[in-house]
């Protein structure tokens, strides 16, 4: 069965990319089986879940949602491209100190939206941080620890009910 | 997740009439936000031959406001409707709905028409275009009909959009002074989808009175609804006691059951409760709005 090719041009956490896709290949797929950038990753394929989440020209986008053809001429941004191997991005650092990931599978697109919304605004309040991870389901840490590195992150000070370690 | 077997041609058209030319090919689909329509390519629930992407189309990406009439295009995202202070202002009922869809990543990508166009009968932008007396401008290669949302939504996820047509824009009334509005829903979690949703838009006069009333319910039939006798029922009812009028005539005249609803028992229990809450704080809004 033939499908259509497509030329595609996009740049990838700062790497111009040019090539050729099938209309139908998911921006997911690009990124992960095309480019080998596993740190995406695909959940529910459907859009609640967040685990796809990449940045698109800065905006968080739902990349189990998009064609790579819609892409064209826009910048990506993965899980990637945040923090280096000797040295953790904030947004990593206070989810690192605040054990806020175990299997870690919904973590890079988490990171994603973070890096974005610590970008816009440096001190996002309660509210946004929370409107933010609606769009983000967690099976394993029940959020409380995700929310208290976000919040620590953004100056928001809590009394905590746990002792300090 | 992508198949071999969805094979289609993608074109990404730079002008309306090229856009309209290609959906006047058999087989045709278009792309809007994708939100909806992704995982239906997927899963090849969706199979067109041609996929029509609008997103070389900066025209629909606007949104109007002149004298009266707003005119959003299709495009708009539900981002730009949140973050539109014209709508804000003139509109309220659409930031709200936009607010209460979907979550933030979804938003930068979804459009308003988009969502309109999925036609979920008990989702807030439907409900509250009826409300709002919404007009669809759906545009075929050789001309153009505006339809009203009334006319709009045909079923659950069904809609007056024919083969080869485009919704290119949606037109709605800027709010008057003493005009407020207000949707209220019930979903198993905040922003997931809708149960249940009642919108209203009510008009005040000087005396503090209800004037005008638009409301509509959905979650219970086919398609959302207008409550015509809740309106009839609260034109001149003073504010404080509108909000139980319509629940009241709600109840005692509950919407038909239909297909397209998760429990319509349910919905019939929940409209009337979900209403009186729309009728009180649109009532309030206007008051408010009155006052600045």
């Known amino acids: 069965m033939s499908s259509s090719l497509n030329p595609l041009k996009v740049i990838v956490n ?152 | 997740m992508t198949t071999a077997a969805n094979s289609y041609l993608y ?47 900066g025209g629909l990406k606007q949104i109007e406001v002149l004298d009266r009439d707003i005119t959003i295009g299709s495009m708009v995202s539900l981002k730009q409707v949140i973050e539109s202070t014209e709508l804000l202002f003139h509109c309220p009922l659409l930031s709200q709905c936009a607010e209460k869809t979907a979550t933030p990543a979804i938003r930068n990508r979804g459009t308003l028409v988009g969502n309109l166009a999925w036609a979920d009968p008990a989702s807030q932008l439907p409900v509250s275009a009826i409300a709002l007396e919404a007009v669809f401008r ?41 005009t407020g509005s207000s949707v209220s829903d019930v979903a198993q979690r905040q922003n997931s989808r809708a149960l249940a949703t009642a919108a209203a838009v009510i008009t005040i006069d000087e005396a503090g009175l209800v004037a005008h009333a638009s409301l509509a319910v959905g979650g219970c039939g086919d398609v959302p609804r207008r409550c015509s006798r809740a309106q009839d029922a609260l034109i001149g009812s003073r504010v404080a006691d509108a909000p139980g009028i319509a629940a009241a005539t709600l109840r005692a005249y509950p919407p038909e059951e239909g297909r397209g609803v998760v429990d319509a028992a349910y919905a019939i229990a929940v409209l009337p409760v979900l209403l009186r809450n729309a009728v009180r704080d649109a009532c309030s809004a206007a008051q408010s709005r009155s006052k600045e």
């Not at chain 1, 904030?90 to 919904?106: S, T």
């Open chain 2, 138 to 178: 759906v545009e075929r290669a050789g001309g153009f009909r505006l339809v009203p949302a009334e006319q709009f939504f045909r079923g659950p996820n069904l809609t007056a959009v024919a083969a080869g047509e485009v919704v290119t824009h949606l037109h709605v009334k800027a709010f008057a002074r003493q």
């Open chain 1, 14 to 165: 700062g790497d111009p990319i040019a090539t050729e896709v099938s209309s139908s290949l998911l921006l997911a797929d690009f990124l992960r089986d095309e480019l080998g950038l596993t740190g995406t990753h695909i959940g529910c394929g459907e859009g609640p879940c967040g685990s796809c989440t990449v940045l698109l020209d800065g905006e968080p986008v739902r990349s189990c949602l998009m064609l790579a053809l819609q892409a064209q001429g826009c910048s990506i941004e993965t899980i990637e491209s945040v923090g280096t191997e000797t040295e953790l991005h904030p947004v990593q650092a206070a989810l690192h100190q605040h054990h806020a990931l175990q299997c870690g599978f919904c973590t890079p697109g988490l990171v994603m939206s973070s890096v974005a919304l610590f970008r816009a605004d440096p001190h996002p309040s309660r509210g946004a941080i929370g409107t933010m991870l609606q769009g983000h389901l967690c099976r394993c840490t029940g959020y409380r620890n995700i929310i208290e590195a976000l919040e620590s992150l953004a100056g928001i000070h809590l009394p905590s009910a746990k002792a300090e370690h």
């Open chain 2, 11 to 57: 074109a990404r058209p730079e002008t309306l009439q090229e856009a309209l030319a290609l959906m006047a090919e058999a087989g045709s689909m278009v792309l809007a936000g994708g939100q909806t329509l992704i995982p239906r390519l997927a899963s090849g629930l969706a199979a067109p031959s041609v996929l029509v992407d609008l997103a070389g189309l």
